[in-house]
């Protein structure tokens, strides 16, 4: 049994056809050892369609069909070990409809620009109460927070605030606003108004405005990013730590908490990170590590998701796509049923599609992309 270009499978004659002779020769032993030929020939891949047995994890965000021929798969690629795969183009995707594969000829196609459908947003809040904003380190700190703006600013919307141990967090630069340098050279002579630093509060603020950004963001597809930055732990004690538990386990929002210096400490605030959303470090010169590092990942999150298009030539009823992805190592699929009904000519494959603005969810964050 092995997989065809059609998407078809090479069978076995049913028993029904065997000669009389084969069929008498069934005996239990046979029909064990056929059985065990049958299931091994269906772990190969061929049994479950075109694409099957592949690790890739290609996580379904949305589909769309649409007259007057356009089907539309939004989705991300990553690896079985949840490295992001970038870099795809149209030759790393074949169609399928109903099993049988789709030729280029047959069917226009397209990867489109995801920037028209997402809207990206980063949030840094730095702790300016403890002892290293009088540091000789403190304006290298924020000179790599500007760093980290300018990378989400390629594709998104990026605010910096500060707080220390005052009840309010003090926005510094705003979501689409110009004059950064500026506001990073205040940055760098803002002094403490109290030193407890409120951390807890300052977390619970930032996730109500990026939940604020999100709610009120016209693009269908929406991604925040929180990026905490501090040398110690929550001093000032006004915001309960079971209720920051549970903003940041119920929140849309990916939390990133960048500690460093001898005065971190990781049990008191692993909690506050979404998944594996802590850099800690001991070591006060290691904020860049952990600051590039939230940028590299933020960048490779945007690549790996793919918009892609195509031009059915289906006119009725409700075929099933099958969108393989295959690298030069592995493969993966998305399935999608669509209704043809009411199809017809004219489709064009750039054609940006419509989605339906999705109610966000903790399942959204960049961090829990599944297979």
Excluded: W
């Excluded at 001991?282 to 918009?307: H, S």
């Excluded at 004219?346 to 961090?367: D, M, N, V």
């Amino acid at each position: 049994m092995k997989e065809q270009a059609n998407g078809k499978c090479e069978r076995f004659r049913p028993l029904a056809d065997v000669s009389r002779v084969e069929r008498n020769a069934a005996s239990a032993p046979f029909a064990l050892a056929l059985l065990s030929t049958l299931v091994a020939l269906a772990a190969s891949g061929c049994a479950d369609g075109p694409g099957g047995g592949g690790n890739l994890r290609v996580k379904r965000i949305s589909m769309v069909a649409q007259p007057p021929g356009n089907v539309a798969a939004y989705f991300s690629v990553y690896t079985k070990d949840g490295a992001p795969v970038t870099d795809l183009d149209t030759p790393n995707f074949k169609i399928y409809e109903n099993n049988k594969l789709v030729s280029e000829k047959k069917a226009k196609r397209a990867l489109l620009e995801t920037r028209p459908v997402e809207a990206e947003y980063l949030l840094v809040l730095l702790d300016v109460s403890g002892p290293y904003v009088d540091g000789e380190d403190f304006p290298d700190i924020v000179t790599a927070v500007g760093h980290l703006v300018s990378t989400v600013e390629k594709t998104g919307e990026a605010a910096v605030s500060v707080f220390d141990g005052e009840d309010e967090i003090v926005p510094m630069l705003g979501f689409g606003a110009s004059g950064e340098k500026a506001a990073l050279e205040s940055i760098r002579h803002f002094r403490p108004r109290n030193r407890n630093g409120n951390l807890h509060g300052a977390i619970v603020q930032g996730l109500d405005e990026l939940e604020k950004q999100l709610d009120t963001a016209t693009a269908p597809f929406r991604y925040a990013t929180l990026v905490v930055v501090t040398d110690r732990v929550d001093i000032a004690k006004k915001v309960p730590l079971d209720t920051v538990k549970k903003r940041v386990a119920q929140t849309p929002v990916d939390v990133q908490i960048v500690a460093f210096g001898p005065k971190t400490n990781r049990p008191a605030l692993e909690p506050l990170a979404g998944p594996h959303g802590l850099f800690i470090s001991d070591e006060p010169k290691d904020f860049t590590k952990g600051l590039v590092a939230i940028g590299k990942k933020l960048d490779a999150a945007a690549n790996a998701r793919y918009l892609f298009s195509y031009c059915t030539n289906k006119r009725e009823g409700k075929p099933t796509l099958t969108l393989v992805i295959e690298t030069t190592d592995d493969r993966g699929r998305i399935v999608y049923k669509f209704n043809a009904a009411n199809f017809r000519s004219g489709c064009s494959a750039k054609h940006r599609p419509l989605f339906e603005k999705p109610a966000l969810g903790k399942g959204e964050k960049e961090g829990d992309e599944a297979p």
